[in-house]
């Protein structure tokens, strides 16, 4: 059994991890760190896991745990993996990182983004970042994984096959995507009250939200040259979910089937991507509590601009699914361990 | 591996069978029965099983079914599996009925309240009643199970350890209980668009709901006398979850301690009931996607009410997960196979 | 024109005082009174009163206020007003406290309940409560109002003419309840979160609701006996509505034709009360905006109980339009103004 | 008074303008038109306007119906209007038609989008776009107004000004819109169930839908030249409201001041557009209820693109609201008579 390690379980993502790593058969949790709640049962805070996970909590140092853990995930605040993690820890125990920390290769891009220093740069080389679909090779020999953010997840997916097959204006692209509001996490604010979010909708840190330099990063790397986006995330009255409608031109004289066949090259073998058939678009319900990401494009000859549509779980193939997912690969087991779950409807 | 086939696969009980049963380890579904989809395949109607359900729906051939099935889920309207069900298919598979048909002992009472003759009262004697936690015996031997309705799941797993123990006035039971809108089927039905239903709360059959002679029949076995009930239930705006709110008069005397000891009497040691620790109450959230049903009473001193809450998934403990637990136990299987995922939070 | 002032101005209830006295054509806010938010534009906090009330916020200087204000309004929390009235104040300005200080009417029952001491109890003699349908006449001529809590608003309504005309057993009376959020108020708190809340149902401080009391001081000056009651209050996932269940035992022969022929006696020329017509139940969508409070009952003649239905909007009726509702009889305007908003819907 | 008429009074938009009108001081309804719920009482269909609007429903004849209403408004299926208005009507009474019918000036490009023959196009010539701040003048004389839809509504003021003003590149505007389900209509559908919306965003009839001609029409008359957009509308799990994040490309050497103006050239003195403050985005819910069109810009510098937002109640500026807004404009009324209602929130 894998000896797994969370720091930060008592947010979302941490709680996520809990969940699916309940369901999976080769990994066990030894230790559920948290700032705030040491030494309260964890299914206090999370009652759907009582009797499943009723351990105490504990701190959130790092340094011990990686004596008892062989995979410690770190769902913590952006700062904290860069200023915790070490040689030392690393020469113990791999390093699974649901913060932003180790996403972009550049630290200053990361301090000019994030407003704050990176205290880990050192480790900016070696680590990996954790778009299983995009990178699985280098994630099966990686000791610290970078997991993607929610957004950059499902917009690169989306994006990407048809800027790798050069298909697409490079700076025509526009992404405007939708979240449910567990991605604004667990903290106690006005904004996110249910009063304040039910019955709403609205865009918010309109041109300068975090994951823009994620998603242009990657995007670049598939394009082979600098891309940049507009982006615009939106705050939607929903639990989970993330849709990302992105906009990009065509490159003269592209047709249906080449984007098609752009698809199917990196995704027709892909267990969590569902390429939907024609006339179906991407539905945050419909990958629910699952993996999956779902797929779709569609072209609007009148304007020369491809739509391309992707749905998927935040908290899952967004967050922590998608850790386990990386999980899996760095310890050679079978990819979908634990991420069995048919998504849930309604 | 057993064969299962599903009359009435397109409806929400039906989905939630075939959601749970893609994740049992000893049945395989062989039959997706429709009325009206015939022919289109199963993932059209429910994209998210996309790559999981693709085959094509079939009729609602009971007959048919019953010669290649090792068991049949009937997930139809009242009156069907009353009118299709024989001895000849009995006697080639075992029958779990989710509609309301073999509930009822006396087909008088049931005609009274569905407003339909009874076509398969010759097989009221042997169906059993498949609430596992009070019938487990009976079921494991059954041909024929009649999978309890969700209000009565709820309310009777709340109530009926105090009749039993004799702790409550009998005729002083007050049902209040909420469901999410799932309950309702999936019947095009304006009462039941998301406008009319977001931000609503209503009671609805005041008095007059066909659950009510279910719940007052199981009561009054456990009570070992004749129980009558006022049940109100009530629609939420919330895809799923039913929560019970009962109130019952102690009988003079009866003590806090006396009401815990009867419910740990008959619960401690069930898999899918959970009685929560003190200060906690029962919330829908918290057993959403599962089979759990949580239970918690409070004692109002004041007026010598005990409060019984319950909480339960409507479409997993109130229909296919108590159904797949049935189908365990009439096979002889794990009970808890395929019934393993963790409540979904958030 | 009634120079209007609003301490705690930027909770929900305070916000619904601003919207609705921007309807009234008698009234005028002339200060925005705020803890945490002095010298902020009003309309900076509730973007949707942006260039309807841009003044900015004042402290709570409720002496300063009674100089220039003819009515002032508290939408405080408990202890607030009553440490703060003075006989100097209510000499200038009348007061409507929309908190629990003057509701009832023994200073140790509230701080039983309310745990603290009440530091006002010298003018509790005076406060009329607030529930204008009751107490109209007592209102007009009243200095200082005890606005009705949300709850017992919707409860009394309910359930006082039944007991008014002994129509009902005294000690059967049981009040299931389920409010939309916004009566938490606006504190951030992670348990009324969206991602906690949504999808969620469940019941809280089962017993022991501070509006107990309340409910029991009024039904029992209703029934001319001490009246005790069972109270549960119920979490909904929705911004806004009360819907209250309530349950009681006919005495001896009383028939549907006397409990009709109650509620008509006291209600059938309210403006804000409105009977429904046989076959409809009160559902919190169709009050939603509005002053009115909707009101039904069935029989369940199997059990000889009545089930005493109630929706309300809880910021409205069961809030700041009740107490605009005070301030029309206090002025002696018509009873109405302000509050002709017809519900919204859907 | 003006007597008012509604035909099509039985759906949301209908519904909504029954809403309104019972606010208005200078109009009556004197005809519920409806197809099938002819001799009904309006209020049995929707409870929240019993009391107030109880008289039955009628039938949907619009020649009987002009000889008593000074005004009829067609709240009705496409086609509906176009086949019904006659020359006769139009000398007795002033037609508002919320349908599509008489929106596109050209017939054929009518038939391409909504499938069917133009039916009226004798009267395509005078009607009037109904989009009060950009086309006030031309209302004040019009006989038949053609109601702008809620998409267009949204879309075109919050793009307008800077086409108008020449500050984007023509070809680059990208429409991603977000919807409340009302927009849906009331008709029963398995789609627009409350299981299947709530907890859900999708896009739907990606590059396909009707408001796209409409919109370019309009867009296209603002800029002088032939605009086409693409255009996304996106299902939105809430009742009311629409949220459009539009996107175009600055032209060379435009700056945010120059953005800044445009907007307000147009808008600052309208009064039901609130150009927002600095910092604050749209949100649906800070309109609900009102007839306010909240417009925002950021401009993204690294990419050379303008985000355009604007939010409105669907139901309201998107329909009956703007509906009401040009009866007054066509009757000589202060253009805010009933209008004046603050947005709800929460």
């Not at 230790?31 to 996970?53: C, P, V």
């Not at 997916?157 to 567990?182: Q, R």
């Not at 009255?237 to 849709?243: T, V």
């Not at 080449?258 to 267990?271: F, G, L």
Request: proline share 4%.
């Amino acid at each position: 059994m894998i000896r797994v390690g969370i720091i930060g379980a008592t947010g979302y993502a941490g709680q996520e991890l809990v969940r699916l790593l309940a369901g999976h058969r080769e990994a066990e949790i030894v230790w559920y760190g948290s700032k705030n709640q040491t030494d309260r049962e964890y299914s206090r805070i999370f009652q759907n896991l009582f009797q499943i996970a009723d351990d105490k909590c504990r701190d959130e140092d790092m340094a011990a745990l990686a004596s008892i853990a062989d995979v410690i995930f770190t769902a913590t605040p952006q700062g904290y993996c860069a200023s915790a993690v070490t040689e030392e820890i690393l020469g113990k125990a791999k390093v699974i990182d649901l913060s932003a920390d180790f996403r972009l290769k550049d630290p200053h891009v990361y301090s000019q983004w994030y407003g704050m220093e990176h205290r880990g740069s050192a480790f900016l080389g070696e680590a990996v970042y954790g778009l299983c679909e995009w990178n699985r090779e280098l994630i099966r020999s990686a000791r610290l994984t970078a997991n993607p953010g929610c957004y950059p997840t499902c917009t690169i997916l989306a994006i990407a096959p048809l800027l790798k097959e050069k298909l697409l204006e490079p700076d025509s692209i526009i992404v405007d995507a939708k979240s449910g509001t567990s991605g604004a996490g667990r903290q106690a604010s006005a904004d996110h009250l249910f009063c304040e979010v039910n019955e709403n909708m609205k865009a918010y840190k309109v041109g300068s939200h975090r994951h823009t330099p994620e998603i242009e990063e990657q995007l670049s790397r598939a394009a082979g040259e600098p891309i940049r986006v507009t982006f615009t995330p939106h705050l939607a009255p929903m639990n989970r979910g993330i849709l990302v409608t992105a906009y990009g031109k065509l490159r003269e004289g592209v047709k249906e089937e080449a984007v098609r066949e752009a698809y199917e090259k990196y995704y027709s073998s892909e267990k969590f991507i569902r390429l939907l058939r024609t006339g179906e678009y991407p539905q945050t319900k419909w990958v629910e509590g699952s993996n999956f990401a779902d797929i779709q494009f569609e072209i609007d000859e009148r304007t020369g601009k491809v739509i391309m549509m992707g749905a998927i779980d935040n908290l899952v193939k967004g967050a922590a699914g998608q850790a386990v997912q990386n999980m899996n690969l760095m310890f050679g087991l079978e990819e979908t361990e634990g991420l069995k779950a048919v998504p849930m409807f309604p």
